[in-house]
């Protein structure tokens, strides 16, 4: 249930604000209304860490680079959570 759980996100960034334009900061205000927390550490990588040990409920990263994509799968598959990316299934 999103009211009750831990959101980590690094949303939105400067990359994100050029690509969102006004836009990106209503989006953030949606995610902000729709999670009882949200915490934003700066970091793809550690924010999947902590979903994977149980200390998130979800991390939500745009515009993420690669290596924090492989970082994901290391982290969240063994750990029997999930990854999904926009746009796809994983």
Do not use: K, Q
């Not at 836009?23 to 902000?32: I, K, P, R, T």
């Not at 979800?58 to 690669?66: C, D, E, I, M």
């Amino acid at each position: 249930m999103e009211s009750r759980g831990l959101l980590i996100t690094g949303y939105p960034n400067a990359r994100d604000t050029r690509t969102d334009g006004p836009d990106g900061l209503a989006h953030f205000g949606e995610l902000v209304a729709g999670y009882s927390n949200l915490h934003r550490p700066g970091s793809a990588a550690l924010s999947m860490a902590h979903v994977a040990a149980g200390w998130a409920d979800a991390a939500l990263g745009t515009l993420v680079s690669g290596w924090d994509v492989c970082a994901a799968w290391l982290l969240l598959i063994p750990a029997g959570d999930h990854y999904h990316p926009f746009g796809g299934t994983g």
